[in-house]
């Protein structure tokens, strides 16, 4: 499989993070990333590279409730969301993108 993931994809993805969506449970946050996009890049880059299975911290995420509309008291009026840690989302989008160009390659194929 030929498909470049190197530091200009992880800087790449690190700017497509929004700053002001909330951390996981590390407490990092985007705009901590990005405050020296260069360090990160070459951090993340070099920790992606070495990880043979996804680090525990990244499988964690924090569920809360978060109000729609009317009366709380009433279930269907809220939503669930889950944070997870920022690194895991930036892998989450190399990944993601990975599988993508692979499927429209063609390299998954019924067999």
Request: hydrophobic residues 35%.
């Amino acid at each position: 499989m030929d498909i470049e993931t190197g530091p200009v994809k992880v800087k790449e993805a690190i700017e497509k993070t929004r700053n002001e969506k909330a951390t996981g449970t590390d407490n990092i946050s985007a705009k901590l990333i990005k405050s020296d996009i260069g360090t990160s890049t070459s951090q993340l880059y070099d920790l992606f590279i070495k990880v043979k299975e996804v680090p525990s911290d990244w499988k964690k995420s924090i569920i809360t409730k978060v109000p729609k509309k009317g009366d709380l008291t009433i279930y269907d009026n809220s939503r669930e969301i889950s944070l997870i840690s920022v690194p895991g989302k930036i892998f989450s989008i190399l990944l993601t993108e990975r599988m993508r160009k692979g499927v429209d390659a063609g390299w998954l194929q019924k067999g």
